[in-house]
């Protein structure tokens, strides 16, 4: 279910694959259609076959992944160094930084719909994209990709200390002589430090670029050698997200569900998993609810006789995604399937006009009409 790989639904125009003139007639819903002839978005003999959108979130967590490995003479580093408080094993530290949430819109197998031919129309354009979302009628639409997601960054590459080491070091008999042998020599580089900073070195230099470039590399085998004993931790900045779609059945009151969990051990976990905190998403509607319409013989009825093209009206949301007490996102955004399905009368593509109607890709509603 969760993945660091990134699977989205980037749509393209149906530009040059059949659907570039057809003319317009009537949007009648899936059931029209017979069981034997499976629907299939884009142009046919009978018109064009359409879907509406269904709202899908993209949640993106970026996290810190701090990577702590003991060093080659951590038993030693009380004795020698007296540090008596370094990991003496390898762990692993997740740390969740931030949750972003893109919201974006794929097919609804339950609002496939197909705009007939008939000749009194004005309508003969029509875009989708190519999974067959409505884009636009009368004008050519180009389909929008997704935000680019932020990219990770890999921990650094760790020092060797023993790139470092003298060659009496290397050649003791026992890892007990080495870190003793390794310890004084960090002392000598730390005492030739000092000796530079107070200006009581032989070999002090009178150039502060150059005196700068001996401290630093002072610095940096002082750093390499102490590793050895206090280890290195490395961190890296972790880029994962899955995909969540909101129920359609929600109320006023809204709804709360387990987004997922956040392990400080593991980092992204399944819900099921208990070795992480649950992250809550809520979902809850703006003003009123839409009424829908109960009566589905009713519902079939009207829809026979009206004509025209079916579009979405979402419902706007407020979505709020909490870990504990800390509120990770909230925003508010449209939610198709919260919403209704309405109809732009045929009326509007007559012979005396040329009317444009240009569709939110990823919400199904209308985003622009104008006429000629």
Same mark, same amino acid.
């Not at 639904?9 to 057809?22: D, E």
């Not at 590459?157 to 008999?173: K, Q, Y």
């Given at each position: 279910?969760?993945?660091?790989?990134?699977?989205?639904?980037?749509?393209?125009?149906?530009?040059?694959?059949?659907?570039?003139?057809?003319?317009?007639?009537?949007?009648?819903?899936?059931?029209?259609?017979?069981?034997?002839?499976?629907?299939?978005?884009?142009?046919?003999?009978?018109?064009?076959?359409?879907?509406?959108?269904?709202?899908?979130?993209?949640?993106?967590?970026?996290?810190?992944?701090?990577?702590?490995?003991?060093?080659?003479?951590?038993?030693?580093? @009380?004795?020698?160094?007296?540090?008596?408080?370094?990991?003496?094993?390898?762990?692993?530290?997740?740390?969740?930084?931030?949750?972003?949430?893109?919201?974006?819109?794929?097919? @609804?197998?339950?609002?496939?719909? $197909?705009?007939?031919?008939?000749?009194?129309?004005?309508?003969?354009?029509?875009?989708?994209?190519?999974?067959?979302?409505?884009?636009?009628?009368?004008?050519?639409?180009?389909?929008?990709?997704?935000?680019?997601?932020?990219?990770?960054? &890999?921990?650094?590459?760790?020092? #060797?200390?023993?790139?470092?080491?003298?060659?009496?070091?290397?050649?003791?008999?026992?890892?007990?002589?080495?870190?003793?042998?390794?310890?004084?020599?960090?002392? %000598?580089?730390?005492?030739?430090? #000092?000796?530079?900073i107070r200006g009581e070195a032989d070999n002090t230099p009178k150039d502060g670029s150059q005196l700068k470039l001996m401290?630093?590399?002072?610095?940096?085998?002082?750093?390499?050698?102490?590793?050895?004993?206090?280890?290195?931790?490395?961190?890296?900045? +972790?880029?994962?997200?899955?995909?969540?779609? &909101?129920?359609?059945?929600? %109320?006023?009151?809204?709804?709360?569900?387990?987004?997922?969990?956040?392990?400080?051990?593991?980092?992204?976990?399944?819900? @099921?998993?208990?070795?992480?905190?649950?992250?809550?998403?809520?979902?809850?509607?703006?003003?009123?609810?839409?009424? $829908?319409?109960?009566? +589905?013989?009713?519902?079939?009825?009207?829809?026979?006789?009206?004509?025209?093209?079916?579009?979405?009206?979402?419902?706007?949301?407020?979505?709020?995604?909490?870990?504990?007490?800390?509120?990770?996102?909230?925003?508010?955004?449209?939610?198709?399937?919260?919403?209704?399905?309405?109809?732009?009368?045929?009326?509007?593509? %007559?012979?005396?006009?040329?009317?444009?109607?240009?569709?939110?890709?990823?919400?199904?509603?209308?985003?622009?009409?104008?006429?000629?």
């Amino acid at each position: 279910m969760i993945s660091s790989l990134f699977k989205r639904n980037i749509f393209s125009s149906m530009k040059g694959r059949g659907v570039g003139a057809v003319l317009l007639l009537l949007a009648c819903p899936l059931y029209a259609q017979t069981e034997l002839t499976p629907f299939r978005p884009g142009a046919t003999l009978e018109g064009v076959n359409y879907f509406l959108p269904k709202t899908v979130f993209e949640i993106v967590l970026t996290a810190d992944k701090a990577v702590t490995t003991p060093g080659e003479f951590a038993a030693y580093s @009380d004795r020698y160094l007296r540090q008596p408080h370094v990991p003496k094993e390898e762990s692993t530290l997740w740390t969740l930084k931030e949750v972003a949430m893109y919201a974006y819109g794929i097919p @609804d197998s339950t609002k496939a719909y $197909t705009i007939n031919i008939r000749s009194k129309s004005n309508a003969p354009l029509v875009s989708l994209t190519d999974d067959g979302l409505l884009l636009g009628i009368n004008t050519q639409v180009a389909p929008e990709a997704l935000p680019t997601l932020p990219k990770g960054t &890999p921990a650094p590459e760790p020092v #060797n200390g023993r790139d470092f080491m003298t060659h009496e070091i290397l050649s003791a008999g026992s890892t007990a002589k080495m870190a003793q042998l390794t310890a004084e020599e960090i002392y %000598d580089l730390r005492d030739s430090r #000092n000796a530079l900073i107070r200006g009581e070195a032989d070999n002090t230099p009178k150039d502060g670029s150059q005196l700068k470039l001996m401290l630093d590399n002072l610095s940096a085998q002082t750093a390499a050698l102490e590793a050895l004993f206090k280890g290195q931790t490395l961190t890296s900045t +972790e880029v994962m997200s899955f995909d969540y779609e &909101p129920n359609s059945l929600i %109320d006023e009151e809204g709804t709360r569900e387990m987004l997922c969990r956040f392990s400080r051990r593991l980092g992204l976990v399944d819900p @099921d998993d208990l070795s992480g905190e649950p992250v809550w998403i809520t979902i809850k509607p703006l003003g009123t609810l839409p009424v $829908t319409t109960e009566d +589905e013989a009713v519902a079939k009825k009207k829809a026979k006789i009206e004509r025209g093209v079916y579009v979405n009206q979402p419902q706007r949301c407020r979505v709020t995604i909490t870990m504990g007490a800390q509120t990770l996102l909230s925003t508010e955004v449209p939610i198709a399937q919260i919403g209704t399905t309405e109809l732009l009368s045929d009326l509007l593509f %007559d012979k005396k006009k040329t009317t444009r109607v240009t569709i939110h890709q990823h919400t199904g509603s209308v985003k622009d009409i104008s006429e000629e």
